[in-house]
């Protein structure tokens, strides 16, 4: 019988620690999230979430993914050709900082990412391999590192301004009007002369 | 005759503490910034740290000041007008983020924004009440609130790409072309239509 307020190690136990890794990395932030936070809201021994997972950090590099597919939604954002190519970025990053889990997984990032060295290198990393570099493929310009870099800048800003500090009236503008202020901005840095 | 290694409460204390505080919660972000780490470099005993600043948050609202007087700067800015303050603007941040004592001191607020919530707000504050709010009164416009709040986004999201996350090309981009590539960014925000 298992212990009261205890799930024992089955089938469930590695996504329901995940599930709360990713949940307090994003409320709490890096350094006050702990492997026995974590295992506490699981309902697991805290020696199982490093049996799943080893360390903290390798913890968050775990359960730390984007919560969409760059293959999927780069090509979808280039389907128009390069000149319409900034409005459809910002109305899908607009419309996904709506969706509750969307913004939990990108604010864990972006918190963890300010706080700690090693995160904010796998940020980069996520941010750099598997988003800009898709990116400068679909520009296939000399200075596409450049210009996905300062997209990056903005989405970034974005995430900080509109969720973690929640400047007004920023934070409670309507989805619609996030994209369309932010569409020139990114159209810019895609195809505007940078210089 | 003072202990070896520590310093006595003269009058250049209050000043060691400010400085080694400011360092600490730049480079190592507020959660892992102690009272005891800051006496430790400043070289005073910790009750010296508590009785010139309180609590660790209340030393991180003392020692937290704008690296620049936003009532000289604003001003500045738009010496030429709203057409022209968007390049102007672009300038004056670049540059800011060449000095490296700037740049540690918005470097530390970013940082200690995205882990603590009451620097979140205090950050948020400071952006909104001694910066924006001096924007907002030069434009003159109606969604000026809008207009500054997007312009926080795009600095805070630079400060982050550029200094933290260090995300290259920008890392290393020369300042002038730093000013060049967010200028029209910057004054499509001022005055550019937003919908």
Known sequence: VPRSGRRPAGSGTRPAIAGAARRQFAALGYDRTSLRSVAAEAGVDA?????FFGTKQELLVSVVELPFDPDQVVPAVFADGPAAAGGHLARFVAHALDD???RDRLTGLVR????????????RDLVQDRILARVVAELDAPDADLRAAL????LVGLVMARVVLAV????????ATVAAALAPTLQHYLTGPLA
């Open 112 to 123: 963890a990412a300010a706080s700690e060295p090693e995160a904010a290198a796998l940020l």
């Open 47 to 51: 020696a199982l979430v490093t049996y």
């Open 168 to 175: 007004e009236p920023l934070a409670s503008l309507p989805t």
């Open 151 to 154: 997209i990056g800048s903005q």
């Open 100 to 102: 509750a889990a969307v």
